[in-house]
């Protein structure tokens, strides 16, 4: 009788135990499908977030280092070189924002003129981690110009008011 009621509760845990599973995971799910449903709307607001995160970060990085940092060693480099890397990620990352400002009233123009310019952060990015890893300061400080122009270019389009540099 004893045994019974014991065997009884400890099915019952297992049933509650499952029951408790099913339901968190059935709000991972939810908070995972919200988060993709919010991801693909991308509003404008997030590429700005992005830009004054993630981008200005690494520009700032860079900025300092090669500018203020003199001599440029080793070590320098290869953060000078990571910090490049990065900003070639985040180009990749920029062409997820294309459709969403379509939709929000670029024209093809803008859509094709904002690939092109991240396609040529993208290369300027690569050439700086190149001249980076070949520990080439003249190329570090040449290509870091070239970044910075690039950076201008875009916004001289898109937001001719961020002139900071
Ligand atoms: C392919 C185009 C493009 C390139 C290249 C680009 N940006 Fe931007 N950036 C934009 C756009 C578009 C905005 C405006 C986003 C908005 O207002 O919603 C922006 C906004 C910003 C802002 C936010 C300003 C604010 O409103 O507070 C910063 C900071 C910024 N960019 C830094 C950089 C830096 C640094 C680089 C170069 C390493 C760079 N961006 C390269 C397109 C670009």
């Known amino acids: 009788?004893?045994?019974?009621?014991?065997?009884?509760?400890?099915?019952?845990?297992?049933?509650?135990?499952?029951?408790?599973?099913?339901?968190?995971?059935?709000?991972?799910?939810?908070?995972?499908?919200?988060?993709?449903?919010?991801?693909?709307?991308?509003?404008?607001g997030n590429l700005r977030q992005l830009m004054q995160s993630r981008v200005h970060q690494e520009y700032t990085f860079l900025s300092f280092t090669i500018w203020h940092d003199q001599p440029l060693t080793a070590e320098k480099m290869d953060s000078i070189a990571a910090s490049s890397g990065r900003i070639m990620t985040i180009a990749d990352d920029l062409?997820?924002?294309?459709?969403?400002?379509?939709?929000?009233?670029?024209?093809?123009?803008?859509?094709?003129?904002?690939?092109?310019?991240?396609?040529?952060?993208?290369?300027?990015?690569?050439?700086?981690?190149?001249?980076?890893?070949?520990?080439?300061?003249?190329g570090v400080t040449s290509f870091f110009m070239h970044l910075d122009n690039t950076c201008q270019g875009c916004h001289r389009h898109f937001r001719p008011d961020l002139s900071w540099t």
């Open 95 to 138: 062409a997820a924002y294309e459709s969403a400002y379509k939709q929000q009233g670029w024209s093809q123009q803008d859509v094709q003129f904002f690939d092109d310019k991240r396609l040529q952060l993208t290369q300027v990015a690569e050439e700086l981690k190149k001249a980076a890893q070949k520990h080439d300061s003249s």
């Open 1 to 44: 009788m004893l045994r019974g009621k014991i065997l009884g509760f400890f099915l019952g845990m297992i049933a509650l135990a499952v029951a408790l599973g099913a339901y968190q995971f059935h709000g991972r799910r939810v908070a995972a499908a919200a988060a993709a449903a919010q991801a693909a709307q991308l509003p404008q």
